[in-house]
């Protein structure tokens, strides 16, 4: 098929195997299979095409779709760290995990990762009028889940009988946007600035939508969700150093 | 109230024998001085900054503003300053806030250091008659060059070079976000640099729609907030800047407050209205020197490496080492801070106490790349407390490739270094979002009196380096030869690796 392109990344750098992305899309390719990747970094950085498909067979280094606006990856492998960095537009679908400060900065678009993140999940994520940029995990999260978040939509679901995030410093210095956990979470593990309360069947109803989508992706089992316990995590402060300063 | 009021900061009087009531002070001032009550003008002193707008507009100079009217006993320990400070923290139990660059009266090194000029043994030039080279190239540059022959006797160049901005005048403007200072003042200081080959800085703030017509004069900056930036605002830019750190205020974060994030700021730094914009202290993708050449990387791969990237970091203890680091991490050029940067708003104990200055840091980091053989690989922007030529001309001799100036661009279009930027009602409309007061700036006046800053500076850059028989920019950089320190310690002298006078 014309529309369709085939990468072979093997022993390839990451510059040229980005030329060679941005070459297909140019020449109007609407789905390219990159095949072997092993670690190249900055894959589909700054790539724009909102109909375009892109499937990363192996595993992809880090700055994954970082400034990507538009494009649809599909990792059928783990990640490095931080796919979605700085991420305009599009989505990015992992089959597996990824490293630390996923979807740093994300500015729009959907990060779906099945199994578990590392560190600083969804950090600094923020968002304007329309954009509205979205992180699922289905497994677990690190510490610092939503870290100086300013906007956007984080879920975890701890899948596979996992502690959704059960480590500290969850939500530190947010200031916007939600962070939405299956579940619950111990008061303790929240971090300076956040606050949890109990999700309101509105609330429930408006991200059941997302996570749907989140199970069909990746074909899991989504009887439960409608019915299971949620803990909605959002900042205590839409100005956290309002009142840190008196004038010289 | 056990504290009570101190004394005043500012004295304002009105000469009633020339005041004519027009009112024009009541007019413009935005800090509430003036009433009219009345037939009368009544002056509130306490809540006057010294930004001089009244004095300024007061068609019979009629007004006299005197700094520090009520003595407090003098003490050199504690100074004013220290005791005004404690009054003002036992009342809020706060963080003192504050603007502009560093105000402790500590030795400015540019003024103890003074420039060479021919005597008899070689002829100093005439800028008048004979060309002046002031034409910099920013960048990386090849260690070697391989080429090759063609049968027709021409040369091919087979080393690849990486793209170096091109700039008329080793002088440019630091980055000023919009939010920091308003649309108006952007785009007189765009207007500036478009017009004489330079570039300015866009702060972290995104690049206002309004300003795409000089993109190609500007450095887009990626900062740790990650405000504005998206792959357009990337591929609009003439250069990327990463803010690692601030003169300022090194090794903290800023903060824009919600008050000053209106429509359109929200719009260009893509947050919601009146939100506080957070920058977080580090960029939460760098927490070593691997990170950060991956962040270089991921710009010039975004960007299909046809721009260069610029590091800026606040000039501290270890700079050299830092800038070594930056040097190998793929970037152009390293920007280096002094403490005397300038700022919208920083906490007084950083600005006044924290990082070194610009002239020992940009000294200890040419020498160190040229120890290093790696000098070639990046260029070096000096900024913070560029006052005048003669510092461009001084900073460059220490090795600098070019400055960014910005505390004196805004003193160009009215600033009076209030230092009150925080406030958000600057009365000269530069730091302020408040639609009456930003009006009051013409971006087409201001544009001519920033050209007209840079130009004055750069003729008397050419006539500088011609009264040393300096016909070309290259040959000042890095020529320490040309200085002299002039009552500098040893340790000084040899950081700087000049002599004293008189050696």
């Known amino acids: ?248 | 109230m056990s504290i009570g009021s101190t004394p005043l900061k500012f004295k304002v009087r009105i000469d009633p024998e020339r005041c004519m009531n027009c009112g024009r002070c009541i007019e413009n001032c935005s800090y509430g001085v003036y009433r009219k009550e009345g037939d009368d003008i009544r002056i509130n002193s306490r809540n006057c900054v010294a930004c001089h707008r009244c004095l300024a507009f007061c068609p019979r100079d009629a007004i006299d503003i005197e700094e520090k009217p009520g003595d407090y006993r003098s003490h050199p320990v504690w100074t004013r300053e220290v005791r005004e400070a404690v009054f003002n923290q036992a009342k809020t139990g706060k963080i003192i806030l504050s603007g502009m660059g560093n105000a402790k009266p500590y030795p400015i090194i540019f003024d103890r250091l003074v420039l060479d000029a021919c005597q008899v043994t070689n002829p100093s030039i005439d800028p008048l008659r004979e060309p002046m080279e002031l034409r910099t190239y920013l960048g990386k540059k090849p260690s070697s060059l391989s080429l090759r022959q063609m049968p027709n006797g021409d040369v091919e160049l087979l080393t690849k070079l990486t793209p170096n901005l091109q700039i008329e005048t080793p002088i440019m403007i630091g980055h000023m976000s919009y939010g920091a200072i308003s649309l108006n003042a952007q785009t007189a200081l765009a207007k500036a640099v478009s017009k004489i080959g330079t570039f300015m800085g866009t702060g972290e703030g995104g690049l206002h729609e309004s300003l795409y017509p000089y993109q190609n004069h500007m450095i887009v900056q990626v900062a740790s907030g990650r405000f504005g930036v998206d792959i357009n605002y990337l591929e609009r830019g003439a250069a990327i800047e990463i803010k690692i750190g601030q003169g300022a205020k090194p090794g903290i974060g800023g903060h824009l407050p919600g008050e000053k994030v209106c429509a359109d700021v929200s719009c260009t730094r893509m947050i919601p209205e009146g939100s506080d914009a957070i920058s977080p202290a580090p960029h939460h993708d760098i927490y070593s020197i691997e990170d950060l050449k991956q962040l270089v990387h991921s710009l010039k791969e975004a960007t299909e490496w046809k721009k260069p990237v610029f590091v800026k970091i606040a000039a501290v203890h270890n700079s050299a080492a830092i800038a070594a680091g930056i040097a190998r991490s793929g970037a152009d050029a390293v920007v280096v801070d002094g403490f005397r940067g300038g700022s919208g708003a920083t906490p007084r104990v950083f600005r006044d106490h924290v990082g070194i200055p610009v002239e020992a840091a940009v000294a200890s980091v040419d020498a160190k790349l040229r120890q290093q053989g790696i000098r070639n690989e990046v260029s070096i922007i000096a900024s913070g407390g560029i006052r005048e030529s003669a510092d461009v001309a001084k900073i460059i001799c220490l090795g600098a490739d070019a400055v960014y100036i910005g505390t004196s661009a805004l003193v160009a279009m009215g600033c009076r270094v209030c230092g009150t930027c925080y406030r958000g009602t600057c009365a000269w409309g530069i730091a302020t979002q408040k639609p009456e007061l930003v009006a009051r700036l013409d971006p087409e006046t201001n544009a001519v009196q920033v050209e007209n800053l840079i130009n004055g500076w750069t003729l008397e850059l050419a006539e500088l380096m011609g009264a040393a028989g300096i016909n070309s920019i290259e040959s000042l950089r890095g020529n320490r030869d040309r200085l002299r320190g002039y009552m500098l310690d040893e340790g000084l002298l040899n950081v700087l690796d000049v002599k004293t006078v008189g050696a």
């Not at chain 1, 299979?33 to 092993?38: G, K, S, T």
């Not at chain 1, 510490?143 to 502690?163: D, K, Q, R, T």
């Not at chain 1, 989508?213 to 150093?241: K, N």
């Open chain 1, 1 to 248: 098929m014309m529309n369709s392109v085939r990468i072979d990344a093997k022993d390839l750098h990451y510059t040229p195997l980005n030329q060679q992305i941005r070459a297909a899309v140019a020449s109007g390719a609407k789905e390219i299979i990159i095949d072997n990747v092993l670690g190249q970094r900055f894959i589909g950085d700054g790539l724009r095409g909102d109909d375009v498909t892109i499937t990363v067979n192996g595993v992809p280094g880090g700055d994954l779709a970082m400034f990507m606006s538009g494009p649809t990856v599909i990792v059928k492998g783990n990640a490095d760290h931080a796919p979605g960095n700085t991420m305009d537009k599009g989505k990015v679908i992992i089959h597996g995990s990824a490293g630390d400060a996923v979807a740093h900065s994300m500015r729009g678009g959907r990060v779906y990762v099945r199994d578990n993140i590392g560190y600083r999940g969804g950090i600094h994520m923020k968002q304007y009028l329309e954009k509205r940029p979205i992180l699922v995990v289905g497994g677990s999260a690190r510490a610092f889940l939503g870290e100086y978040m300013a906007g956007g939509l984080l879920i975890v679901l701890g899948l596979n009988s996992l502690s959704p995030a059960s480590e500290r410093g969850i939500g530190s210095g947010i200031h916007g946007g939600e962070i939405i956990i299956r579940g619950t979470v111990d008061e303790n593990n929240l971090g300076v600035g956040a606050k949890q309360q109990p999700i309101t069947n509105n609330e429930r109803q408006a991200i059941m939508p997302i996570i749907m989508d989140f199970a069909q992706v990746f074909g899991i089992d989504s009887s439960c969700f409608r019915t299971d316990t949620y803990t909605r995590i959002i900042p205590a402060s839409a100005r956290p150093f309002a009142n840190k300063y008196t004038w010289e």
